[in-house]
């Protein structure tokens, strides 16, 4: 199926642990983003990728690094999580970095003790 | 910097009612507009955009106006079903980027 995909779908870690978020998709498109929805359901944009290269970077701490090996993938990672770092990330994607529809992924889910 | 005010939730309807999520915004330039929808468990969806003043967008029942008078993007339904339960966000982008400004969201929840 066509879609943007991320794995995995929950996270479950303890605080000052290292974790990895990856996003994937299949349908040809150049920009990709993250996204960080909070427990209010309030989402804000974190990072955005046109053909590799980083073109959006919010004001997120620097324990956040997203990573794009190509066009097709965004990863994210976190170093020594937080407990306000509990929430849901969206990897999103669409064709060119202007105003076109962005596909989101499923969400993941992460909880830090 | 830009921003998006939406109604807050929920907003409980029984089927068949007349829905309307308010939007307001406020932008450098002139934004396009959106409205995505969040089922359950799911990642966000298009519904519908407008990408300039008095453009009306469409899909699945549902209508919005780009209103540049009165900054608005209010999203209609004339009658909403079970199936429409979700939480739906308003949201802009401006400039030559295509990073989204949301709005805080709005949890609909329809009961038959």
């Known amino acids: 199926d066509t879609a943007v995909s991320q794995t995995p779908k929950y996270l479950v870690t303890q605080m000052g642990n290292d974790k990895s978020i990856k996003c994937e998709q299949n349908?040809?498109?150049?920009?990709m983003y993250w996204y960080k929805q909070d427990s209010k359901k309030f989402l804000k944009i974190m990072f955005s990728?046109?053909?590799?290269?980083?073109?959006i970077n919010e004001t997120v701490p620097n324990r956040f690094s997203p990573k794009s090996p190509d066009k097709a993938h965004l990863n994210l990672h976190i170093n020594s999580l937080e407990l306000g770092d509990s929430a849901v990330y969206f990897c999103?994607?669409?064709?060119?970095?202007?105003?076109?529809?962005?596909?989101f992924g499923p969400g993941t889910r992460l909880t830090v003790l | 910097g830009d921003s998006v005010t939406q109604m807050e939730g929920p907003v409980t309807l029984s089927e068949e009612a007349f829905l309307t999520i308010n939007c307001t915004y406020t932008?450098?330039?002139?934004?396009?507009l959106f409205w995505y929808v969040q089922y359950p468990g799911e990642g966000l969806q298009l519904l519908l955009k407008?990408?300039?003043?008095?453009d009306k967008g469409s899909n699945k029942g549902f209508e919005a106006t780009y209103r540049k008078e009165t900054t608005s993007f209010h999203l209609e339904k004339g009658s909403v079903q079970v199936s429409d339960s979700a939480v739906y966000f308003c949201?802009?982008?401006?400039?030559?980027?295509?990073?989204?400004?949301f709005g805080t969201g709005t949890q609909l929840k329809v009961e038959l």
């Open positions: 999103a994607s669409s064709q060119g970095a202007r105003v076109n529809e962005q596909f």
């Open positions: 349908l040809g498109h150049d920009t």
């Open positions: 990728y046109n053909n590799k290269e980083l073109i």
């Open positions: 932008a450098t330039g002139y934004p396009s």
């Open positions: 407008a990408t300039k003043a008095d």
């Open positions: 949201a802009l982008t401006t400039g030559g980027g295509n990073k989204l400004t």
